[in-house]
């Protein structure tokens, strides 16, 4: 009988082991299925996150460019702005130099064709009173020839312009100095000279 339950404890060990033995290669089997399904969601994710941040990379530099771009034009443009205000500020500065005769035929022109009734009160830089005495009395004289009234007088106080002149009544005031011609041909042919300077 002590033989049979030796018989019997030592089966029961084997199979003991044996069971264990075969658990133990379930476990290794899962932890390696496991492992391995791990690693290839890891694998994915880690694909995806590449894929993604790739993704926002282009789309960060395609708005970086489009924003370097933006403001190149805009910078280009400011330059060609500022050429063709420039070439305007030229053009003033020239004809504040134009020769005595050039000017006072200029400003003849300009007041008779600005005078309504004859008795305007004319302002003038300071450089330029000289000039403007003489002017307006031919201007009254010609005014006079023509049966209008030829009162037009020169004001005590300059203005504060580098060339033209202030033509002033009671009822209005008209701007006829350089600066104010030449800002208003800036307006009306801005595009014109742009298309000049840059075509």
């Not at 694998?43 to 941040?53: I, R, S």
């Not at 702005?81 to 420039?86: K, V």
Request: avoid cysteine.
């Amino acid at each position: 009988m002590a033989q049979g339950l030796m018989e019997l404890t030592k089966r029961l060990k084997d199979d003991a082991r044996k069971e264990a033995e075969a658990e133990l290669a379930r476990a290794r089997e899962e932890a390696q299925r496991l492992t391995a399904e791990f690693r290839k969601e890891t694998a994915e994710m880690v694909a995806a996150l590449k894929e993604e941040y790739s993704r926002r990379a282009q789309e960060e530099k395609r708005r970086l460019l489009s924003q370097a771009e933006m403001d190149a034009r805009l910078r280009v443009l400011g330059e060609k702005q500022e050429l063709i205000h420039t070439a305007f500020t030229q053009a003033l500065a020239a004809l504040v130099k134009l020769p005595v005769e050039e000017k006072r035929r200029l400003y003849q022109d300009l007041l008779l064709s600005a005078v309504e009734d004859g008795t305007e009160t004319i302002v003038v830089a300071a450089a330029e009173k000289n000039l403007w005495t003489e002017l307006i009395a031919s201007t009254n004289r010609q005014l006079a020839e023509k049966g209008r009234r030829g009162q037009l007088s020169l004001s005590a106080e300059p203005a504060g312009i580098q060339g033209g002149f202030l033509l002033k009544s009671s009822t209005y005031e008209i701007n006829a100095s350089l600066e104010k011609l030449v800002a208003d041909l800036e307006e009306r042919y801005y595009a014109e000279v742009a298309g000049i300077l840059f075509n």
